[in-house]
């Protein structure tokens, strides 16, 4: 799984190292950011001074971020492209005979007559008995050499250099911005220099507007890299193949979609009412959890249905492409249908093979039979925006149609459905003081109530549990809302 990207490096280079400054560039040009830095290189006869000298006298040697203190004397390429250098262990130092090899000495000995002046009366007793040669050296920096913060900061506004873009989403090859209004102008520069400084990355976006769709998408503007994008996306050992731009994806989730898939036990029935291409669903039927997964928008019910296949999961995930409300009104129906479609069981087949004790051959094992419930024991509701409105569909789910606890469900194995609802709850930031969890809870659980239409004495509060999923921004962080729904609201008359 890849993670949100953060472009600040942990370790500052000193000033005279920097790119050289230019904020009239309006397309990104690389050789803008070559320059020399006059150092000092000590090299010696004997290959072992070097590392006794790198470990006798460290205050001398180069200090600087990305810049190896050790290198290389007698190739060409050296002086042109020291910055590629990569560090260098003792083990080799001392051992190569092949490579003339030399020391960097500190950054303030900038040429040899510093040599006198900076370094230590000990290290220099030391250079003249091992006859070491002192050198002055040019060591050249390029684009290549600089991180994307120290370029940005060298070509934004000034006015912006203490918020410049600092993180990025990955999604498959896809770097995903959220440029604020003031950089947006810059975007093809800042695309290109992430574009450069990543290399998994193939395609850099910038979202032009904010979640308005019934779809939860956007519309987004290719800053950089090849106007590709279908991604794959690997997550919980599983891949998923969608547009990011037609369907609702957030890698900032996947924890999320691990957390619930672990509540999830196999043989177990999960509506996943908002289920997209499949992130909760799949990993799901993975692990043998039969899943009833709807989505609204017809590209996440297209990709979800190709995952499905991909990952190899059509026994245990059935796709559907029916709005929200109604997918939860008609769920007990949609799996007493399944439930028909297969005589109530799933035949899985055993890919562990075994050695016949009694003929020597290799065999698979006889398939398995799963057998479908008759109850679904988890709904999933990913749409945090307004799933809290959806709730409403559960008061009366069995008895709408007709279904009742001694009729339908009369096994000793029936349980009422778990629900795992993903909300906002948003509040002011000039609020004082600012609201405690307990006090977020409590509006969430209020709120609850009277969607539900429905008192505390039936929906206790003490049924609920409330995971953090993330702060989406200082003031809204999202919830994942779980209880157990009630049997007097689950056959609850329907009228």
């Known amino acids: 799984m890849l993670k949100a990207r953060n472009l600040i490096g942990k370790m500052s280079l000193p000033a005279r190292y920097l790119p050289g400054v230019n904020r009239s560039m309006t397309k990104l040009d690389k050789s803008s950011f070559t320059k020399t830095i006059p150092l000092v290189v000590v090299s010696f006869p004997d290959p072992k001074n070097i590392s006794v000298f790198s470990s006798c006298f460290k205050d001398e040697i180069l200090r600087i971020p990305r810049i190896p203190h050790v290198i290389k004397l007698n190739t060409s390429e050296e002086n042109s492209d020291a910055a590629q250098e990569p560090p260098l262990k003792k083990k080799t130092v001392a051992n190569d005979n ?3 090899k030399g020391i960097l000495l500190k950054d303030s000995v900038t040429s040899v007559d510093d040599v006198a002046l900076q370094l230590s009366l000990d290290a220099q007793e030391f250079l003249r008995s091992a006859n070491a040669e002192v050198i002055g050296y040019d060591y050249k920096l390029n684009y290549d050499f600089y ?4 370029i940005l900061k060298a070509i934004l506004p000034e006015e912006y250099l203490d918020e410049v ?3 990025f989403t990955v999604t498959g090859h896809i770097a995903h911005l959220n440029l604020r209004k003031e950089f947006k102008p ?8 992430i574009l450069d400084k990543n290399r998994q990355i193939e395609t850099v976006v910038d979202k032009v507007d904010s979640i308005a769709t019934k779809f939860r998408t956007f519309e987004m503007k290719v800053l950089a890299g090849r106007d590709d994008l279908l991604v794959t996306q ?3 050992n599983c891949s998923f193949t969608f547009n990011f731009s037609k369907v609702y994806w957030n890698s900032r989730l996947h924890t999320e979609h ?11 029935v999960v509506c996943d009412v908002f289920a997209g291409v499949g992130p909760f669903a799949i990993p799901g039927g993975k692990k043998e959890v039969f899943v009833l997964a709807n989505d609204l928008n017809p590209e996440s019910y297209n990709f979800m249905c190709t995952n499905i296949k991909d990952n190899k999961v059509e026994q245990f995930v059935k796709p559907n492409n029916l709005d929200g409300k109604h997918f939860i009104n008609k769920s007990p129906l949609l799996l007493q249908e399944w439930i028909a479609e297969t005589s109530g069981k799933i035949v899985v087949p055993d890919a562990k093979k075994y050695k016949n004790k009694t003929t020597g051959k290799i ?4 398939p398995r039979n799963v057998i479908l419930p008759k109850h679904i024991h988890h709904y999933v509701m990913n749409l945090p925006d307004s799933a809290l409105s959806f709730l409403s569909e559960f008061v009366g789910l069995y008895s709408r149609h007709g279904m009742t606890l ?5 096994d000793a194995d029936f349980t009422l459905p778990w629900i795992h609802c993903h909300c906002f709850e948003k509040y002011e930031p000039e609020e004082s003081p600012e609201p405690t969890m307990e006090i977020l809870h409590d509006r969430i659980y209020n709120r609850i109530l009277k969607i539900m239409d429905t008192n505390k004495d039936v929906l206790q509060r003490d049924g609920f549990s409330y995971h953090l999923v993330r702060k989406v921004a200082p003031t809204k962080p999202m919830f994942c809302v779980s209880f157990q729904l009630p049997q007097s609201l689950a056959f609850k008359e329907y009228i």
């Not at 810059?186 to 220099?193: C, S």
């Not at 065999?363 to 006889?366: A, F, I, M, S, T």
């Open 147 to 150: 991180k994307a913060e120290e």
């Open 406 to 410: 001694t009729s339908t469900f009369s």
């Open 258 to 268: 691990e957390r619930l898939v672990r509540a999830f036990k196999p043989g177990q």
């Open 234 to 236: 690997k997550e919980s």
């Open 98 to 100: 092949h490579v003339i």
């Open 363 to 366: 065999e698979l094992p006889p």
């Open 165 to 167: 873009p600092s993180g």
């Open 186 to 193: 810059f975007g093809a520069l800042i695309g290109q220099v």
